[in-house]
């Protein structure tokens, strides 16, 4: 069974700053990846998908990494802002069988001003 | 249209009683998922489509539950005999086709008194 682990679970950074988030998955058989940001009490926003043959993808300030064999993915943030602060979550789908997607639990993330 | 839209935004309903979601989504896409978000449990998977026909429905978390899609667009999700466990933000996503970026509605929040 699919699980999907996001740490930290909060995290509190200044302004300016470069940041990581984690996620890990158990199950390295994946179809994709997608990193998505829910503002509060909003709907979900697509930030970036990762296919299972690729390694990166980049968007704009954010860049975001895949390794299949560790079951790892993060979502690099460059020079943080304020409007940065969101629920960051990563959502992974199995290769076969299926085309129901995993939520990891999210990380709550405040950029401070 | 411009985005996913869902209605209504807000359902409150007494126990017992059945209701319906409604999910239009972006105009041309072929694929539409249903999930929900609970307080403390996260965002979870309750069914997909793809055109008018549901290859997997195993989020479905019991008969009372049921979704169909019509034309291609539009679906509905149906709740029959409402618990308060039911009461959640229902969250609907579309995207081009199965696996590619989902693009979310702003979700109906049920409460079920």
């Known amino acids: 069974k699919q699980e999907v682990t996001q740490i930290p679970a909060a995290l509190s950074v200044p302004e300016g700053e470069n940041l990581v988030l984690n996620c890990s998955f158990t199950?390295?058989?994946?179809?994709?990846l997608q990193w998505f940001r829910q503002d509060p009490g909003k709907g979900l926003t697509s930030l970036l998908l990762?296919?299972?043959?690729?390694r990166e993808q980049t968007s704009g300030r954010l860049n975001a990494s895949l390794d299949k064999s560790s079951g790892r993915s993060t979502l690099y943030i460059a020079a943080s802002q304020p409007g940065d602060s969101a629920t960051y979550l990563c959502?992974?789908?199995?290769?076969?069988?299926?085309?129901?997607?995993?939520f990891g639990t999210g990380t709550r993330l405040k950029v401070l001003a | 249209g411009a985005g996913v839209s869902q209605s209504p935004s807000n359902k409150v309903t007494e126990k017992g009683k059945d209701v319906e979601l409604r999910c239009d989504p972006i105009?041309?896409?072929?694929?539409l998922y249903w999930y929900r978000q609970s307080l403390g449990q996260g965002l979870e998977f309750l069914i997909y489509?793809?055109?008018?026909?549901?290859?997997?429905k195993s989020g479905l978390p019991s008969d009372r539950f049921s979704a169909e899609r019509t034309g291609g667009s539009v679906s509905t999700l149906t709740i029959q005999r409402t618990q308060q466990e039911d009461s959640a933000v229902y969250l609907c996503?579309?995207?081009?086709?199965?696996?590619?970026?989902?693009?979310f509605g702003p979700g109906t929040r049920l409460l079920v008194l």
């Open positions: 996503a579309s995207s081009r086709g199965g696996g590619e970026t989902q693009y």
């Open positions: 199950d390295s058989a994946i179809y994709n």
């Open positions: 990762i296919q299972s043959s690729q």
């Open positions: 959502a992974v789908r199995r290769s076969s069988g299926t085309y129901k997607y995993i």
């Open positions: 105009s041309g896409h072929t694929a």
């Open positions: 489509f793809q055109g008018n026909s549901a290859p997997d």
